[in-house]
């Protein structure tokens, strides 16, 4: 095995090596970019991770813009450039002509299907009290504060995946101390609950 994997490297070295560049010039169009970011948005966990990450980030930038001063349709020229994915920049875009028009924020945000309801519908809360800047960053604390625990729980899945490779029993509990599961378990419980309990006697948020 070890013998034909060494004779054959060469060939995969140039395999990998060509896939690599071919993806690199297909990311560099403004299609394959497209496609690329709105897989990775759709990707199971990642692509949650992403998009919470994405939020957070168009938030807190566009409020500091805004309590700076800087006009709304500057702002949002600005946030669109630094979001790091070309899906969410063509929502804030769309969002930018919109406000052109005369509409509102959190209507052709919602319109988008990019930012999630609760985002939009708080934004438009902001909107209608005249603190868009503290709504924003109140959102923002709260996708920071996501994606933090997001992040968290998937380094525990791969810590429990480490334990359960040596034979670790594990129990996952509720918060009212409720067993939900023994033995092997997935990520999604893991990320549905919010404490493991390993065989090893080790307690991990």
């Known amino acids: 095995m070890s013998n034909g994997l060494v004779a054959y490297f060469p060939y ?3 395999v ?8 690199r010039n297909y990311y560099l169009t403004d299609s394959g970019k497209r496609v690329v970011d709105r897989t990775m ?30 006009p709304i349709l500057d702002g949002l020229d600005i ?6 994915n070309a899906i969410i920049e063509d929502a804030i875009m769309v969002t930018r002509k ?25 934004i438009g809360v902001g909107e209608a009290t005249g603190a868009l800047d503290t709504m924003l960053a109140k959102i923002a604390d709260f996708y920071e504060e996501e994606v933090d625990t997001a992040v968290a729980y998937v380094n525990a899945s791969t810590q429990f995946t ?4 040596f034979g670790l ?10 067993t939900i599961a023994r033995g092997p378990v997935g990520l999604r419980e893991i990320t549905t609950y919010k404490w493991i309990v ?6 991990r948020p």
């Open 79 to 84: 946030t669109a450039k630094t979001s790091g």
């Open 198 to 203: 390993l065989g090893d006697g080790q307690t």
């Open 162 to 165: 480490d334990g359960a490779q």
């Open 12 to 14: 995969i070295a140039v």
């Open 98 to 122: 919109s406000i052109e028009r005369g509409e509102t924020i959190s209507a052709p945000l919602k319109e988008t299907n990019v930012f999630p309801a609760m985002v939009t519908q708080m």
């Open 169 to 178: 029993g594990a129990e996952i509990i509720d918060s009212t101390q409720k």
């Open 41 to 70: 948005l759709q990707l199971p966990i990642l692509g949650d991770i992403l998009r919470k990450i994405a939020v957070a980030r168009f938030c807190r930038t566009l409020s500091t813009l805004i309590s700076s001063g800087v």
């Open 16 to 23: 990998a090596f060509a896939a690599a560049w071919l993806f």
